[in-house]
């Protein structure tokens, strides 16, 4: 299978919502919250929207302050001062008129205050801080005034499961597969629309299906593939 980055709808809600988070006016409430599941998408999305506008960063389990601001001073000036408060200052001075958003994954895994640096940053250069996670990111965030509040209702994206269509073109542009209506069903249904599980199916099937000498996959194909990988995994 090919690298490719499809549309999904999570990705075009995401993209509308960067866009607007990047218009937002300095001084009003314009962080975005982006939570889903592992494997549902996220993170590729991410890094494929961070090229065009702005910066993405990876949060490491039990990362220090100073290790985080300097982590993400290197990614925004290239450059990685010794103290926490010099990162932030330098992190400020190339942001501040710069509408440029920082993607940040795996926010879940931050220590509290390190969203509080990363609100300072937001509060004092207007540069979105994208916050993405799993499940309990809502939670944590919600724990702090503070933080929620810069989050409006249109900034908070779950990331759901993708549709059908999705998966027909991820296996068209990716494998190019052509899969039947039902074929895309019974995948869809066999993964529950998680990204990460879709993938997977479909490098079998992409086997399975040249081993057969065509491109064509029908639900049939699909089926005992699906029913093969559900049996590995018991």
């Known amino acids: 299978m090919k690298k490719v980055f499809i549309e999904t709808q999570n990705v075009q809600r995401l993209r509308r919502i960067i866009t607007s988070a990047l218009d937002t006016e300095k001084g009003r409430p314009g962080m975005v919250a982006v939570w889903g599941e592992a494997g549902s998408g996220k993170t590729i999305a991410a890094q494929a929207l961070y090229v065009n506008s702005g910066y993405y960063l990876r949060a490491m389990e039990g990362v220090t302050q100073c290790a985080f601001l300097q982590d993400l001073c290197y990614e925004v000036k290239g450059s990685r001062p010794r103290s926490a408060a ?12 710069e509408r440029q958003a920082i993607f940040v994954d795996e926010a879940d895994r931050l220590n509290f205050h390190r969203i509080e640096d990363l609100r300072d940053i ?39 499961k993708i549709e059908p269509a999705d998966v027909a073109m991820y296996a068209l542009e990716a494998a190019s597969l052509s899969l039947t209506p039902e074929a895309c069903t019974v995948i869809h249904t066999a993964t529950r629309g998680n990204f990460r599980r879709v993938h997977n199916a479909l490098l079998s099937i992409e086997s399975a299906a040249r081993a057969a000498g065509t491109n064509e996959v029908d639900a049939a194909l699909a089926r005992t593939v699906c029913e093969q990988q559900k049996t590995r995994r018991k």
Do not use: H, W
């Open 86 to 97: 010099a990162c932030k200052r330098e992190i400020i001075a190339a942001l501040d008129g």
């Open 122 to 160: 937001y509060d004092m250069t207007g540069a979105p801080i994208v916050l993405i996670g799993e499940q309990g990111l809502p939670t944590l965030l919600e724990a702090r005034s503070r933080i929620i509040d810069r989050i409006p209702n249109e900034f908070r994206l779950p990331f759901a």
